[in-house]
């Protein structure tokens, strides 16, 4: 009962949108697709729209969502207290996979969406699709990633279709999304501006534009700032255990899990024919990989990480909370 509309990415039809539009202005939800991830989006502006998002999901409502607009302006009719660090970070990055943490305008958003913060993370997504129908809808939408809480985050619109079909009325299908895991989320509002999830725009692509940024993995003893960071995430049913990329202990852990009857699926770049399963590794494949080992019943997911992964790799850090830091040894 869930319907797909097929949405050519280079074409900007009126009749592609008519459903999406009326949809969000009634207060229903629409999963589209960003550059990203795909999103479920609701007026951000209406509690209830927003309610009918974590009822979607399944998702703890101290968790709050991040609105998306269509351009820089509009972002400035809903924020506050705008630094000029966070004016260049959207001259430089917007539209684009970076999440500013800003003050938001009291009365803007519904309560639900910010979880009852005066913060607010706020995007423009760098998406033809996406931009389409923020343009024509003209209000936030407020979109969390389009997956029940705790699965892997959608990279398809059939991902979306598994999770959510039957539970929202409809998905917008723009085909893959380029960068496969979410955006990074900076907090302006602290001096230097922190990184409280790290995505594909880098530490040190923020830090050429306005200086000295902070990993919130660096600071010691801070309360989850962003506070969906808490919770698991990106997790198959079967455990995810992180294995250094060395061929012989690579081998001998798949012999070691086959050896009690389990199926095992390996992650990476290079390909291991002795495990039942390869599935590739990379910020584009990462969550539809997760997903194959699911749909495939696999027992054991090992997933190879490089020796010396940078601090802070987007990658890394989605691996690590799939695996909930489990390393096979
Ligand atoms: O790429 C993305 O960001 C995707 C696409 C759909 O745009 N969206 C996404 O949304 O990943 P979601 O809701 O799954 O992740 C929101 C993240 C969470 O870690 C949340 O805690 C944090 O942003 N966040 C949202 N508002 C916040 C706030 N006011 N203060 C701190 N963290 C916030
Ligand atoms: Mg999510």
């Known amino acids: 009962e869930t319907q797909t509309i097929l949405v050519d990415r280079n074409v900007n039809k009126e009749e592609t949108y008519t459903q999406a539009v009326e949809i969000l202005k009634n207060g229903g939800v629409v999963a589209f697709p960003t550059e990203t991830v795909y999103g479920l989006g609701a007026d951000a502006t209406n509690g209830e729209a927003v309610s009918r998002i974590f009822e979607a999901k399944g998702r703890p409502a101290d968790n709050p969502l991040i609105v998306h607009v269509d351009s ?10 705008v630094s000029d ?3 260049h970070c959207m001259d430089a990055f917007w539209p ?14 519904a309560g639900n969406v910010t979880a009852d913060l005066d913060t607010v993370g706020i995007r423009v997504p760098d998406h033809p699709v996406a931009l389409n129908l923020l343009k024509r809808v003209g209000i936030p939408i407020a979109a969390p990633s389009a997956n029940i809480s705790g699965k892997p985050s959608p990279t398809l619109a059939e991902h979306v279709f598994h999770d959510m079909d ?3 009325p409809l998905i ?4 893959a999304t380029e960068i496969g895991l979410e955006s990074t989320v900076l907090d302006m509002t602290s001096e230097p501006p922190v990184i409280l999830r790290p995505g594909k725009i880098s530490k040190q692509q923020l830090e050429a534009e306005i200086g000295t940024v902070h990993l919130s993995t660096e600071i010691k003893n801070n309360a989850p700032k962003a506070p969906g960071m808490k919770y698991i995430h990106y997790a198959p049913e079967a455990p995810v255990y992180l294995i250094e990329d060395k061929p012989a202990l690579i081998l001998k852990a798949i012999e070691h ?3 009690s009857g389990k199926k095992v699926a390996v992650l990476s770049k290079e390909s291991y024919p002795q495990a039942d399963f390869h599935f590739a590794l990379s910020g584009e494949a990462l969550y539809d990989s997760l997903r194959k080992c699911d749909l495939m019943k696999v027992d054991l997911v090992l997933a190879v990480v490089p020796l010396n992964p940078e601090k802070g790799d987007a990658l890394m850090n989605r691996l690590e909370k799939a695996a909930d830091h489990k390393w096979f040894s």
Not at 72 to 81: F, G, I, P, T, W
Not at 172 to 175: E, I, R, V
């Open 72 to 81: 820089k302006e509009s972002a400035l009719h809903y924020v506050q207290n």
């Open 85 to 87: 660090k966070a004016l």
């Open 96 to 109: 684009g996979a970076l999440t500013l943490i800003l003050k938001a305008s009291p009365g803007t958003f």
């Open 166 to 168: 039957g539970i929202i």
């Open 172 to 175: 917008l299908d723009g085909g």
């Open 257 to 259: 899990v086959q050896r």
